[in-house]
């Protein structure tokens, strides 16, 4: 139980051009969703928490209009990367709990890694 | 400011023997601390969690100590195996659920 994929795994993309990236929870339902990007050998940063029909509470620092969350289902979070640059490049990870905004029981996506040319 | 240490960034050790990674923090009052493991090019997989009430915690092969006083938390991996070699991470979390991450230890297990 507690499953959560990402799609896609894997994405190489021109600069300039926007990416998304979907976020489900398999057999649970998602209240709140929590992304985060990690560079190489670095820790995971949280950017952003999505509650389900609600808007994202970015972090500081994360920039709002250039990582657009959308969490309009209790299984899908999609976050879409606009305008993306080479300094965008990074491994983007969802997580999802059950409980709203609870950080105790959350459960993490495969990743996605962006590569931005 | 608020600063998580996982003071080592790689660890070798022999298989069978116990592994020990620690995370230390600064500035900050934790309501709980998590340990995830990591592999290379994956999301992080929940290990165990602790609360700033308890002082150890054991799931099979693992234990996790927190010291609020130290400000210390110790993962020990007993009777290690290859399958073990991983990234792991410490997380500390507030009250307010407001989570924030270590940069990791890399742990190989040699046969």
């Known amino acids: 139980g507690a499953v959560v994929s990402q799609h896609p795994s894997r994405v190489i993309c021109k600069s300039g051009t926007s990416v998304k990236i979907e976020c489900r929870s398999l057999?649970?339902?998602?209240?709140?969703m929590f992304w985060y990007r990690q560079f190489p050998k670095q820790s995971l940063m949280l950017m952003a928490t999505s509650n389900e029909g609600s808007k994202a509470t970015y972090e500081q620092g994360v920039e709002k209009d250039k990582f657009l969350i959308n969490h309009a289902s209790l299984t899908l979070s999609t976050l879409t990367v606009t305008s993306a640059h080479p300094e965008d490049s990074s491994f983007y990870i969802c997580?999802?709990?059950?409980?709203?905004?609870?950080?105790?029981?959350?459960?993490f996506g495969p990743g996605t890694r962006l590569t931005v040319l | 400011s608020q600063k998580i240490e996982q003071n080592s960034e790689a660890l070798n050790i022999q298989e069978g023997k116990t592994a020990t990674l620690t995370c230390n923090y600064t500035?900050?009052?934790?309501?709980?601390l998590q340990w995830y493991r990591q592999d290379p090019g994956r999301g992080p997989v929940f290990l165990l969690l602790i609360r700033e009430n308890e002082k150890e915690k054991r799931k099979e092969r693992l234990k996790v100590t927190f010291d609020t006083t130290l400000k210390q938390s110790l993962f020990h991996i007993t009777a290690s195996q290859p399958a073990d070699s991983a990234t792991y991470l410490c997380a500390l979390a507030s009250s307010a659920s407001k989570i924030i991450f270590g940069s990791g230890t890399r742990l190989s297990i040699r046969p």
């Open positions: 997580s999802a709990s059950a409980l709203a905004g609870r950080t105790d029981t959350q459960y």
């Open positions: 500035n900050y009052s934790p309501a709980y």
């Open positions: 057999d649970f339902q998602a209240t709140t």
